[in-house]
């Protein structure tokens, strides 16, 4: 039996494609970009007037209360932190900085910056909390010169602190602790506001930066991605275009994605303020330990999209099977499903779908596209008929892509009112990431999913830099290879590097799903990982891993011959991982060279799996 989604109000998209002399396709869509206000802080002077009482943003406190703050009082909280921010002589050339991760505090005085034309950088704690050697942080403000540094416990972030911080940069924190000359957050919350505030507010224009957002830093260090009031607001009307429905209601989102990633920070606490909504922050994570953080706030608040990484949705999914009061509410009156950062698993999605129509009769939509940092986030956006893992669908409105041919694949390359002028303070990698007709080079390349009907989008062809060729010269596409890995060795395979430039056979090195394997080993919490990993029901899933890689493989450049499980994590401050999870394949492969040579061993160790 067919099910149909869920009615929602969806937008329209017409592909237009131009193929040109020179090889190279410009595709966008026939529809317009619609108006959209000049600074995101609009929005926030909009919202105060027209609905002042409707929570914006809400948060529990200690005692598990739920802390909302509405519309109008945000503006006027919001207006004496600026008042604060102007009186310290902050400016573009000496920024705020926010050390610390999402709050309402935080959130606050990221607008209060952005009302007076102030940038602002929201650095990921890991940078100052997991890390050693503070080397990314440090890296960013010497870049950046703030002239105040935000925390929240301060004494949290006391070493990164005295590490980084210059003495000229004032800190504030929201519990000062015992870092000397800390102000306190709510001490300025009485700030009488003068008409300096007006005059700053009034200057902004769609040009001025409103924030710097740092990429994650997988193949050096961490670039300042300078976004405009301009980028924000496109993107935003972008977004409400796809999924007109905003509009039609309020939205309201239960959301822990971190606001240091574009994702979290551009897109959906953005949709929020843009289309006048309720954003409940979730203090959990898709990790063993916090994620019954994220259940207990779904069971009380009913999201109307729903927004997640892969992970999330998967571990969701196992509570919602079990949990019927949970499913109920969830379900209750989601609009859609979005996923970003990887790729969804097809067997997540299928009970996704299943859980949908159990609960409502009907399947909840799952939409996902093609962005980064530099977009502010979303370029590309897949339709709900074609929408699945992979899938990247059509350009926004507003934005043109340009596929140019590249090593048997097409490049793609983007231009529009969201896309960033640049780095900070870094003209030569600006100049780098633009070609000659200004079109950002995102690194990605994609294929139609049928070249003779441009109309049903596009899917992700794997990043360009990281493919390579074996040593008889074949190609091998690293981003579909890995995709394929992850999908079959679920769930027992967190993530995957890829090897074998310049060698004869494609080998892969193994992040296992720890959790998954120990279950599978049958092994207690005493056993080590060294012992899990080598226990033999795991190392048969894993030679049967390779079994199915080739039945499925085609030739030389997919059919994988060995494999060696890592007992060791991905390591930050070997810039083997971002913070956000993402794998640097190249430093993997570097750091790791040894493991690398013994997977080519003529008499490899007992570790290394083997499919011939």
């Known amino acids: 039996m067919l099910h149909s989604f869920r009615d929602v109000r969806l937008g329209e998209a017409t592909a237009q494609l131009t193929r040109r002399d020179d090889g190279v396709q410009l595709l966008r869509v026939a529809e317009p970009l619609g108006d959209y206000p000049d600074t995101l802080m609009d929005c926030l002077d909009r919202w105060a007037a027209e609905a002042p009482a409707r929570c914006f943003v809400a948060r529990r406190d200690d005692t598990g209360q739920w802390q909302r703050l509405s519309y109008a009082d945000a503006l006027e909280r919001v207006r004496c932190l600026a008042q604060c921010l102007l009186d310290a002589g902050l400016s573009v050339e000496r920024p705020l900085v926010i050390l610390s991760g999402n709050s309402v505090e935080h959130l606050l005085l990221a607008m209060a ?84 505030v007006d005059s700053a507010h009034a200057a902004v224009t769609p040009d001025t930066i409103a924030k710097f957002l740092f990429t994650s830093g997988s193949t050096g260090m961490p670039k300042g991605v300078i976004n405009t009031n301009r980028m924000l607001c496109a993107n935003q009307e972008m977004l409400a275009a796809q999924m007109p429905f905003l509009r039609d209601e309020p939205p309201v989102l239960v959301d822990w994605l971190p606001w240091n990633h574009t994702f979290g920070g551009n897109h959906n606490a953005g949709i929020v303020l843009y289309n006048g909504g309720s954003l409940y922050i979730d203090d959990g994570r898709p990790v063993p330990g916090e994620f019954d953080k994220t259940l207990d706030n779904l069971r009380e608040i009913a999201p109307t999209i729903y927004f997640n990484v892969p992970k999330g949705f998967e571990i969701l999914v196992e509570h919602l099977k079990r949990d019927d009061a949970l499913r109920e509410t ?162 027992h395979v967190k993530d995957v590097v890829i090897a074998g430039i310049d060698r004869s056979h494609v080998s892969i090195l193994v992040f296992p799903e720890l959790d998954k394997c120990r279950e599978l080993a049958g092994a207690g919490r005493e056993a080590t990982v060294a012992e899990v990993l080598a226990s033999e029901p795991v190392r048969e899933r894993f030679r049967r891993l390779l079994g199915e890689l080739a039945e499925h493989g085609t030739g030389s450049s997919n059919r994988v011959r060995r494999a060696v499980l890592l007992d060791e994590p991905p390591r930050l401050d070997a810039n083997e991982a971002t913070d956000k999870g993402s794998i640097n394949q190249r430093a993997v492969l570097e750091n790791r060279a040894a493991i690398v040579d013994e997977l080519y061993a003529d008499a490899p160790s007992e570790r290394v799996l083997r499919l011939d």
């Open 330 to 491: 969830f379900f209750s009156r989601l609009n859609l499903m979005f996923f970003a950062a990887a790729g969804l698993s097809q067997h997540v999605w299928d009970e996704l779908d299943r859980l949908a129509i159990q609960t409502l009769g009907c399947k909840v939509g799952m939409l996902t596209g093609l962005g980064a940092t530099e977009t502010a986030p979303s370029a590309m956006f897949a339709s709900l008929e074609e929408s699945r893992s992979g899938v990247v669908g059509l350009p926004a409105r507003g934005v043109t892509v340009k596929l140019v041919p590249n090593g048997g694949k097409l490049e793609c390359r983007v231009k529009g009112p969201s896309v960033m002028p640049g780095y900070w303070r870094q003209p030569e990698i600006t100049a780098k990431s633009f070609d000659e007709e200004g079109f950002y080079c995102l690194g990605d390349a994609v294929k139609f999913i049928d070249p003779e009907t441009p109309q049903r989008g596009m899917r992700f062809d794997g990043r360009i830099s990281e493919d390579f060729k074996l040593d008889t010269g074949t190609w091998v596409s690293v981003g579909p290879l890995r995709a394929r890995v992850i999908e079959l060795g679920a769930p």
């Open 113 to 196: 910056a952005m009302y007076v034309g102030i940038p602002y950088a929201s650095i990921s704690p890991a940078y100052s909390l997991v890390s050693r050697d503070f080397v990314k942080l440090r890296h960013i403000v010497d870049l950046l010169t703030p002239g105040m540094v935000m925390v929240d416990r301060a004494d949290d972030f006391a070493a990164a602190l005295a590490a980084v911080k210059p003495d000229d940069c004032e800190c504030l924190a929201v519990e000062p602790g015992a870092v000397d000359g800390a102000r306190q957050f709510r001490e300025l919350l009485d700030t009488p506001v003068s008409e300096a």
